[in-house]
């Protein structure tokens, strides 16, 4: 009999649905070291928890993450709450001994991040944060790639994230758009994601300048007619040095109209080129020096050889965003059963929350800012 990992998860709309889809998939699919149970989900309105927790098939369902930590039987806690909570629960876990999972970015504030990193350290307990795309076959093929040295010696990283969710005045004022709940806009929510896939693909970030732009500054609280402000970015760009040499530019927004989830990487070396976008998430474009003929080929990422994609269908049978959360959770339960810290951990979440500390830092003062260091 195999080893069994009770989960509880807190939060259950958008990231409580995708994680809920991950635990209860990766078995059926990748022959798994210990086996996932989904024991416990948690949230606060128990009408709507009741219907999530049998809609995603959890066991049973908790208003009070507080009581989950004393609860001996639970053994990884997955946070999938606005930044606000992050840190109380993660502490929270981690002063309980149990393995936590967090959705990125990991706090609200660097300060924040620091905290739970030294509170996973202080308990010497298993964690991982929630940088999916890393996990994207094509993604993960990039980084195989990169570190073959097929495309040579990286010059350029250029990561544009582009939404159009609020380009309308009148959408309202969701927790998204407030600074208390998520810390900042396009910079945290998603230039992080940029800024991680940079990290893993190029290296370390040490120094950035930072442009952060609120458009639409007043927004309709929802429900209501009164107005509030908005005290988050819009838009967030920044060019970036990297420890290697390379240099590179980073640009978020959810004002860029007919934009969906446009999250787009180039990456130029002395060889050749790579070059990905999760809309088109099962492909990677790859050009490299093969003589008079070369030019960019797009390769689908669907061969049993290709990362993760052995466990799913016969090539050419793509998969989707969904799978990215599935991949992340296999790699945590393998790195559980094997005593070894997954990445992106807390240390990556900490590292990703300089640069955007940075960022904030450089817009603020107009100057490049240096990225601070890992204590
Ligand atoms: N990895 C990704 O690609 C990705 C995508 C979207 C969101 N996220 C991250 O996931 C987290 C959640 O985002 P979401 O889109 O799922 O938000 P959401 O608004 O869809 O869901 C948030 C959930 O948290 C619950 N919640 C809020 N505050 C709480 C509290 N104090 N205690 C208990 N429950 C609380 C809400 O009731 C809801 O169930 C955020 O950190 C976000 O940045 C990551």
Same mark, same amino acid.
């Given at each position: ?42 949230? $606060? ?21 507080? $009581? &989950? ?10 946070? /999938?709450?606005?930044?606000?909570? *992050?840190?109380?629960? =993660? ?10 999972? /967090?959705?990125?970015? &990991? ?19 298993? *964690?991982?944060? /929630?940088?999916?795309? $890393? ?6 093929? =990039?980084?195989?790639?990169? %570190? ?27 927790? $998204?758009?407030?600074?208390?709940? =998520? ?13 991680? !896939? ?7 970030? %040490? ?16 429900? %209501?007619? #009164?107005?509030? !402000? ?42 050749? #080129?790579?070059?990905?976008? !999760? ?47 599935? *991949?992340?959770?296999?790699? &945590? !339960? ?42």
């Amino acid at each position: 009999m195999r080893k069994k990992l009770n989960i509880a998860m807190i939060g259950y709309r958008f990231m409580g649905k995708a994680h809920s889809n991950a635990w209860r998939q990766v078995g059926h699919f990748f022959n798994l070291p210990v086996d996932p149970v989904m024991k416990v989900i948690c949230g $606060r309105n128990e009408q709507e928890l009741k219907k999530a927790a049998e809609a995603f098939g959890w066991e049973e369902y908790s208003v009070s993450w507080e $009581r &989950l930590m004393e609860r001996k039987d639970i053994d990884v806690v997955d946070i /999938c709450t606005p930044g606000d909570s *992050h840190r109380p629960i =993660a502490v929270a876990a981690a002063e309980a001994k149990k393995i936590v999972f /967090c959705e990125k970015p &990991l706090a609200n504030t660097l300060g924040e991040a620091q905290q739970m990193l030294d509170a996973v350290r202080r308990n010497s307990v298993m *964690h991982m944060v /929630c940088f999916n795309y $890393r996990r994207a076959p094509a993604v993960a093929l =990039a980084r195989q790639l990169i %570190t073959e040295g097929r495309i040579g010696n990286i010059c350029h990283y250029r990561g544009t994230y582009l939404q159009d969710w609020i380009v309308d005045p009148n959408f309202p004022r969701v927790w $998204r758009l407030e600074k208390a709940k =998520a810390g900042s806009g396009a910079l945290g929510d998603i230039a992080s994601h940029s800024i991680d !896939l940079a990290r893993y693909l190029v290296g370390e970030i %040490t120094e950035t300048t930072g442009l952060l732009k609120t458009f639409v500054t007043e927004r309709p609280l929802p429900g %209501t007619n #009164s107005k509030a !402000l908005v005290d988050v970015d819009d838009a967030a760009l920044s060019l970036v040095r990297f420890e290697s040499g390379a240099v590179g530019s980073i640009e978020a927004t959810r004002f860029a109209a007919g934009r969906k989830n446009f999250n787009r990487f180039e990456i130029n070396g002395s060889k050749g #080129s790579i070059a990905f976008n !999760l809309e088109r998430m099962n492909e990677l474009e790859l050009y490299v020096e093969e003589g008079p003929n070369s030019g960019f080929k797009t390769v689908l990422v669907t061969n049993a050889r290709h990362p993760y994609m052995a466990a799913w269908w016969p090539p050419g049978h793509i998969i989707g965003y969904e799978h990215t959360f599935t *991949h992340t959770v296999l790699d &945590l !339960l393998k790195a559980i059963d094997e005593q070894k810290l997954p990445t992106p951990n807390f240390e990556d979440g900490v590292r990703n929350q300089k640069v955007l500390d940075a960022i904030e830092r450089a817009a603020a003062s107009q100057k490049w800012q240096v990225v601070g260091q890992l204590a």
